[in-house]
């Protein structure tokens, strides 16, 4: 499904973010607000955020340009109609929300998508009110949404897969780091961070520490530049206040929210954050915060809510806590996360999930993993999902990898590979932390250089053919790894290169033989010995890359080549691919040699016998492997 205009309706804080975001990414955007007043101040909001993002650097007046032509304000809600995606960004009410939706399923095309950035609602209770439940989700940005990363997008109960896949591939494009949540209240983030804060201010109303303590138990244990009490503050009381609420609402007493919070909110005050910090208290409140938010993260993974990674990735990105709760959890120690809980499971009865007790019973960590396997018929798609670090390769990165590998290896019904990578990069080279830590043991280097150079073998003597769609960096390992796939199809915003030697160090994972073989000598001599890095364009003219294609068109255009292929005879294809590596290291007599032997053995098969007979019938062939 392709997304090519953009209706963003409401221009508030959020609309107004959202309607840039989406311009960024490329998109066309309209913006709609009922009244010329709203719209100018909306408009006004996304005038004033990029020019100070060009006083301060962070964006050309060339590119400010470029994303101001891409949006339009509109104060007529028909304008709408030939958006591919429509994002509702208004108040969050439930009456106004409906009413909207009903007004835009008459309105637009039968094939537009709606998307709802409530933080608080149901996306189900919103898509049963129009005709195409099926074309509904949920795309839930966090504040502020042109900065934060983070990409909530939510699956209802009846939303089609293509269109999360549409979703997920769309907030990418515009520069967010999307995860897969069920429509379930709070999604997944809320869920702990609401939590979060409200025990802090429970804590508050028992008198276990005053303010400045709690906000600086919190600041020192997830790693963040301001406590609950300040955060609220900032945030907005009401919206602190109502999303307890809501959650109380919609999963139980455990989020009634605390007596400070109620009468702060009825006194339309703020909280007074003066005072001395108590050293002694931090600790204590230190140890329930960390219980209270890793029971709700295990109790979102236990109802199927989002997984362990994306959980982990919320915290990290949308709250930029230090480390996500798992983390937490696995470096504290499962048994030791118990013990804390237990004060709080006598106060709230099943606070401890039952997920989280099996976990600790089974003496095993938390696996956090940052290499995802997904299976789709005849495709498998790896995904290098450790996009905090650009994909970097690290050790465990690689042997997640090899497991992946191997488990394609051993499916037969897998006949494509693509390979491709989370955020704004493919993979951006080596860990040079990790790397640098292994300096002075020349037998560790030489050890992860074998390994690494071992798992690239994996992907070029898979029997699968393997894609890579190339988004952003591909930098020295990344590049390496891209090399060893069969097919590259990159983006045009792609950065590619080799600067190992601008380290001091040199290509380890295959890059001074494969580019060579690829691109010749010279090519490979000038990458290598330079470390320049190259466009898109330019690794195509060089034979490093099969073809460039839009940001917008990367993912699309290698499930449809892997489908043509996936469509070919499978043992056919396999033995060609066998075939096209040996010409590699064989002379052309031995080569040609093996290509009959390959040749022969590909003619004795069923599949041969099927390709010809379904020729003569005029007819698609159905190839089973045999």
């Keep these: 499904m392709e997304i090519k205009k953009v209706g963003v309706v409401g221009c508030g804080l959020m609309g107004s973010g959202i309607a840039q975001t989406v311009a960024e990414g490329g998109f066309d955007v ?6 010329p007043e709203l719209l100018e101040k909306g408009l006004e909001r996304i005038r004033d955020f990029m020019a100070k993002g060009v006083e301060r650097g962070k964006m050309t007046p060339q590119r400010r340009d470029e994303v101001w032509a891409r949006i339009r304000g509109t104060t007529d809600l028909s304008d709408m109609a030939d958006c591919d995606l429509v ?10 929300k409906k009413t909207l939706f009903a007004e835009l399923d008459q309105i637009c095309k039968p094939s537009a998508i709606f998307a709802t950035n409530t933080s608080s609602f149901r996306v189900a209770d919103f898509a049963a009110l129009t005709k195409r439940p099926h074309l509904f989700a949920g795309l839930h940005y966090f504040f502020p949404p042109v900065i934060n990363k983070l990409l909530e997008v939510v ?64 600041c020192e244990t997830f790693g963040v530049t301001m406590g609950p009490f300040k955060l609220i503050n900032v945030s907005g009381v009401p919206l602190a206040y109502h999303a307890a609420v809501s959650l109380t609402q919609s999963i139980g007493e455990f989020y009634t929210p605390a007596k400070a919070l109620r009468e702060l909110y009825e006194s339309g005050q703020l ?45 990290t990105v949308g709250l930029r806590w230090n480390k996500g709760p798992f983390a937490m959890m696995n470096d504290l ?42 299976i789709d018929g005849a495709i498998a798609t790896i995904m290098m999902s450790r996009p905090e670090a650009l994909n970097a390769l690290n050790r ?26 989370e955020g704004n990069a493919f993979i951006a080279g080596a860990d040079i932390k990790e790397m640098q830590a292994l300096a002075d ?29 190339i988004n952003g960096f591909a930098l020295g390992g990344g590049l390496e790894l891209a090399l060893a796939c069969d097919i590259r199809i990159a983006s045009s915003d792609a950065r590619l290169g080799l600067p190992e030697v601008g380290l001091g160090i040199m ?75 040996a010409a590699e290291r064989l002379p052309l007599e031995e080569g040609l040699a093996l290509e009959v032997d390959l040749a022969s053995e590909v003619h004795a098969t069923a599949d041969r016998a099927e390709g010809m007979r379904a020729f003569v019938e005029k007819r698609a062939p159905v190839f089973t492997g045999q």
């Excluded at 309209?30 to 009244?35: D, F, G, K, S």
């Design 396 to 421: 465990k990165v690689l042997q997640e990898l090899k497991d992946a590998l191997a488990q394609v290896r051993a499916n037969g019904a897998v006949r494509v590979v693509i390979i491709t990578g």
């Design 30 to 35: 309209i913006v709609r607000e009922p009244t």
């Design 155 to 218: 699956r209802a109960r009846d939303t089609a897969p293509e269109v999360i896949e549409t979703l997920l591939n769309f907030g990418r494009l515009t520069g967010k780091l999307p995860i897969l949540v069920l429509d379930s209240p709070g999604f997944a983030v809320n869920r702990f961070f609401i939590a979060w804060y409200n025990e802090s201010i429970r804590m508050l109303d028992e008198g276990v520490a005053n303010i400045p303590t709690i906000d600086a138990a919190a």
């Design 507 to 581: 290509p380890g994972l295959g890059g001074t033989q494969r580019t060579p073989r690829l691109a010749g000598r010279g090519v490979a001599s000038e990458l290598i010995f330079t470390g320049d890095l190259i466009s898109a364009e330019e690794a195509a003219r060089m034979g490093l890359v099969n073809r460039v294609v839009a940001p917008t068109q990367l993912m699309q255009t290698a499930r449809q080549m892997a489908e043509r292929i996936a469509s070919r005879a499978p043992i056919a294809v396999a033995r060609a691919k066998a075939a096209i590596l």
């Design 333 to 374: 120690g499962l048994e030791r996360v118990l013990e804390l809980m237990k004060p709080l499971e006598e106060k709230y009865p099943g606070f401890i999930p039952d997920l989280l007790k099996k976990q600790a019973a089974s003496g095993q960590p938390w696996p956090l993993r940052q290499v995802r396997l997904s």
């Design 271 to 315: 909280w007074d954050l003066s005072g001395e910090v108590d050293p002694a208290r931090k600790q204590a409140v230190a140890e329930r915060l960390i219980a209270v938010v890793c029971s709700v993260a295990a109790r979102v993974v236990e109802e199927g809510v989002a997984t362990i990674e994306d959980v982990d990735r919320g915290a």
């Design 441 to 469: 043991d020349p037998a560790a280097i030489r050890e992860f250089t074998e390994f690494g150079q071992g798992v690239l073998r994996d992907i070029e003597t898979l029997p699968q053919p393997v894609i890579a769609a």
């Design 87 to 96: 994002i509702e960004a208004i108040t969050e009410d439930f009456e106004a």
